[in-house]
């Protein structure tokens, strides 16, 4: 596994939890705002690090995958 992938997956598995909880806590709290800022920036590095991976097309550049980085 290449860092990429490593930080790309480790970042989706923070992210993936983090908004269920986000879905269930109440709106507007300073806690859901601050949980919300952290899940946007998780996730930021979830589609930035998508970019690095080019092992679905063998190394021969983006796929139809990455759009939706975009």
């Known amino acids: 596994m290449t860092p990429t992938i490593a930080l790309h997956?480790?970042?989706?598995l923070i992210a993936l939890p983090l908004g269920?909880?986000?879905l269930i806590r109440t709106k507007g709290t300073a806690s859901?705002?601050?949980l919300g800022r952290v899940w946007v920036g998780?996730?930021?590095v979830t589609a930035?690090?998508?970019f690095g991976i080019e092992a679905i097309t063998?190394?021969?550049g983006f796929s139809a995958i990455h759009l939706l980085a975009v």
């Open 42 to 44: 998780v996730m930021a």
């Open 9 to 12: 997956l480790a970042a989706a």
């Open 48 to 50: 930035a690090s998508s």
């Open 58 to 60: 063998g190394g021969r």
């Open 20 to 22: 269920i909880v986000m």
């Open 32 to 34: 859901h705002k601050a």
